[in-house]
C-alpha cells in the first residue's frame, strides 16, 4: 500500500507582508512512498529532472529532520516524488516539498508531531512561515515567528479572488534575492511597509479587493529585487490599469503574481504583461490560476 502527500504551491509575501503573508496556488507536488528493502528515490518528470536521486535529496532531508527532532529512525523506503511546481520561481517549490516531507515522516513515524508543531518545524527549517503556512492550511495565511513558533491565521479567499502568474524562464534562489536587501531600514520605510502590510491583510480579510491595489505596496524587498527581475517595476507600476487588483512579486520571485477578480477577463493584463515581456526580451508562461483553499493532503496508507 502506498502513502500519498500533496502539497499545493504558494506565492509568499503579497507586496509588504514579507515573511509573514502567503496564498496557496494549485500547482502540487506530490510524494508516493511505501516500505522497501533500501532506501530509494526516483524524482518523476521535466520539473524535478536532475534533482538527486539519493539521500540527499530535499525531500528525504526533510523526512530525515522530521525523524531526529523526534528522536526516531525511519525504516527504509521507497519514495517517489514529481512536482508541477517550478523551481527557484518564487512559487515555494522548496516549502512544498518541505511539507511534504514533513507529513510523509510524520505519517510514517505513527503522528508524534500535531499540525501547529509540523508548521513551527517547516517554520524553522525554512526560516519563515509565509509560503510553509499556506502550503499546509491552503487559502491565504498570515502568520508571525519568532524563530521558534509560527502562529498563523488562515484567511478564507474571497470567492472572486483569482491569480494571474508571470514564470520567466529562469531561476533565482531565494538566498541570493535575500542577500542583495539591506541590513537597517528607516523608519518611514519600516511604517509605510508595516502599515501597507496590515491594510493588505484588512481588505483581503473583509473582501475589500478595490483597497488592494493601493495597500500592495512594498519598501522592504520589492525595491531592492528590482534589478534581478526585468520587467518587474513595470509591471507593479502598471498592472492596476490593465485589470489587476494588486501585483508583486511573488516569494523571492522572479515570478510575478498579479491578482484580478475572475468575474472579469484577463485579456488586457496579459496583454501588458506579454507587452513587458517582448521589450525587456523575457521569456516566460501566464498562468490564470484559480487559489488552492484546501491546502496539504494525505491518503492511503504506509505499509500493508
Ligand atoms: N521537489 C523537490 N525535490 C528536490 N529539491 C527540491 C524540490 N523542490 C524544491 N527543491 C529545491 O529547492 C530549491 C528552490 O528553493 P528556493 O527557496 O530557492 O525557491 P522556491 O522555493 O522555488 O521559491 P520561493 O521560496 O521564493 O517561493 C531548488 O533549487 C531545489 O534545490
Ligand atoms: N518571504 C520569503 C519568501 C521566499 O522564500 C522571501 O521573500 O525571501
Known sequence: MTLEVRVPASSANLGPGFDCLGLSL????TLRLRPAPQLTVVPQGAVLAGTPADESNYVYRGM?????EVGRPLP???LEIESEIPLARGLGSSAAALVAALLAANAVLDEPLSRPELLDLASRTEGHPDNVA???LGGIVVATFDGQRAQPLRIEPPANLGATVLIPDFELSTAEARRVMPQHYSRADAVFTASHAALTTAALLSGRL????GAMQDRLHQPYRAPLV?????ILAGAGDHGALGAALSGAGPAVLCLHD?????????????????EEGLSGQLLDLPLD??????????GG
Open 26 to 29: 494549485p500547482l502540487y507536488t
Open 64 to 68: 530525515v529532520a522530521l525523524a531526529q
Open 76 to 78: 527504509p523506503l521507497h
Open 134 to 136: 499556506p502550503a499546509l
Open 210 to 213: 478595490d483597497l488592494l491595489a
Open 230 to 234: 526585468p520587467g518587474l517595476e513595470n
Open 262 to 278: 475572475t468575474a472579469q477577463s484577463t485579456e488586457a493584463l496579459h496583454a501588458f504583461l506579454r507587452q513587458v515581456m517582448a
Open 293 to 302: 483553499r484546501a491546502g496539504a493532503s494525505v491518503t492511503g496508507i504506509f
